[in-house]
């Protein structure tokens, strides 16, 4: 029996609805229904009488393309319509929207995998430059190590392990900034209103980001370490 203002509209309530829920699309739990001639007086928006869309429900399942079928049927009697590829209606059902869904999910998984692949090859060949550079000046370091004993083992590993720490370092910190975003996500209004779930950062995304960061250093860091690990000593201590 309380009242609410919709448009500056006052409404009466006379029922409500059991929780339903919300998806990618809309929670149901927001919807105020009225009576369709109310709607079209008080807030159509000066659009007149005309229908968008049609919700229906089916009794189960099971039941869902027979309705589709009896639906279908319906319309194209009223908009005597006899040729059901000439329709002026499209007809979705929930399976639809979820195929869609996953259509688009998994374009936008493979796009955003592309992308991260391309960063990491980019991020690798940056990790392979720095490397390069530093193997040259260091060059009389390393001829003095192996000058002194150092084998060519020594120095590949010493120069693979700079590497990866390198690449754990910028995983590490890429960890902790996606880590502060999805901390903070629940908090932006568009995101907290929406019926989406808020963003989780489990141990194991933060293992297999960390790991793969990593790998990207060894991959990348082994031509200069086997680069700095073959340098000739007497060579390497002749260089200014």
């Not at 370091?141 to 392990?161: M, P, S």
């Not at 073959?230 to 390497?236: D, K, N, V």
Request: proline residues 5%.
């Amino acid at each position: 029996g309380q009242t609410i203002k919709i448009n500056r509209q006052s409404f009466r309530v006379i029922g409500v609805f059991a929780a339903k829920g919300g998806s990618g699309f809309g929670s149901q739990d927001n919807v105020v229904v009225a009576p369709i001639t109310a709607v079209w007086a008080y807030l159509s928006g000066g659009r007149g009488k005309g229908i968008s869309q049609i919700v229906a429900s089916a009794t189960s399942p099971s039941a869902v393309t027979q309705a589709e079928t009896e639906i279908t049927t319906i319309l194209l009697q009223r908009h005597q319509i006899s040729d059901p590829a000439q329709a002026d209606f499209q007809m979705q059902s929930q399976q639809d929207i979820l195929n869609q869904a996953n259509s688009i999910a998994t374009a936008l998984t493979l796009v955003l995998g592309a992308i991260a692949g391309i960063s990491l090859v980019v991020g690798g060949i940056g990790i392979m430059n720095i490397m390069l550079v530093t193997v040259t000046e260091r060059t009389r370091e390393i001829g003095i190590r192996k000058a002194i004993g150092a084998r060519w083992r020594d120095v590949l590993t010493q120069f693979l392990i700079e590497a990866m720490v390198l690449s754990g370092l910028g995983g590490a910190l890429g960890i902790a900034l996606g880590a502060a975003l999805a901390a903070e996500a629940p908090h932006i209004p568009a995101i907290a209103s929406s019926s989406f779930p808020p963003p989780v950062v489990s141990i194991p995304s933060v293992l297999l980001a960390f790991g793969v960061s990593v790998g990207i250093g060894l991959f990348f860091g082994i031509y200069p370490a086997n680069r700095a690990a073959r340098l000739h000593p007497i060579e390497a201590l002749r260089h200014e």
